[in-house]
T-cell receptor, first 114, second 112 residues
Framework: DSGVTQTPKHLITATGQRVTLRCSPR?????VYWYQQSLDQGLQFLIQ???????AKGNILERFSAQQFPDLHSELNLSSLELGDSALYFC?????????????FGNGTRLTVT | GDSVTQMEGPVTLSEEAFLTINCTYT??????LFWYVQYPGEGLQLLLK?????DKGSNKGFEATYRKETTSFHLEKGSVQVSDSAVYFC???????????FGKGTMLLVSP
């Protein structure tokens, strides 16, 4: 058990809809990262927050947004969903935001857009 | 930009066989290198890491050496077990933050 909790485990929704994925980091971790895993693109970094502030941005679409709250949990909002957004979304956390700080991953949220 | 290339799988081995999974990278500067493992239905777990050239990371019988001259970080294990069946990801960190660039993953299947 990594200590990172993601909810829900599975989400099925229709095109055009909006969903929110939630992540609780490991106790004591200040950084939260979101990754998208799909068969064709592999694991893609979306966005990172550190202690409530956006720290780094990757291949995140404009239809997607995220935030980290004062209690350090994070939410990833996906809107105007398309079939191609179907993927496994992982949250990871780390103590700090340096390159030697290992990431601890949750078990992911599987999103299916129909 | 940074990138990681791994050998395509699946890699199919018998128990006690020797394992090598190749990984090469492209990066500016001096990245840290990682191997993560993903078991079915679970998130990724850090297997080992190396932060500078010629460092060797090791864990649970797995090893990988950071080779700057060949920009490689190949994963090896002398004797695999059925329980090692999983997907293995090579990754690098660009050094500014902990954001990781991953390879596409290599599935390992070990049969008894």
């Amino acid at each position: 058990d990594s200590g990172v909790t993601q909810t829900p485990k599975h989400l099925i929704t229709a095109t055009g809809q909006r969903v929110t994925l939630r992540c609780s980091p490991r106790s004591g971790d200040l950084s939260v990262y979101w990754y998208q895993q799909s068969l064709d693109q592999g694991l893609q970094f979306l966005i990172q927050y550190y202690n409530g502030e956006e720290r780094a941005k990757g291949n995140i679409l404009e239809r997607f947004s995220a935030q980290q709250f004062p209690d350090l949990h994070s939410e990833l909002n996906l809107s105007s969903l398309e079939l191609g957004d179907s993927a496994l979304y992982f949250c990871a956390s780390s103590v700090a935001d340096g390159s030697n700080s290992p990431l601890h991953f949750g078990n992911g949220t599987r999103l299916t857009v129909t | 930009g940074d990138s990681v290339t791994q050998m395509e799988g699946p890699v199919t081995l018998s128990e006690e066989a020797f394992l090598t999974i190749n990984c090469t990278y492209t990066a500016t500067g001096y990245p840290s290198l990682f191997w993560y493992v993903q078991y079915p239905g679970e998130g990724l777990q850090l297997l080992l890491k190396a932060t500078k050239a010629d460092d060797k990371g090791s864990n649970k019988g797995f090893e990988a050496t950071y080779r700057k001259e060949t920009t490689s970080f190949h994963l090896e294990k002398g004797s695999v077990q059925v329980s090692d069946s999983a997907v293995y990801f090579c990754a690098l960190s660009d050094g500014r933050y902990s954001t990781l660039t991953f390879g596409k993953g290599t599935m390992l299947l070990v049969s008894p």
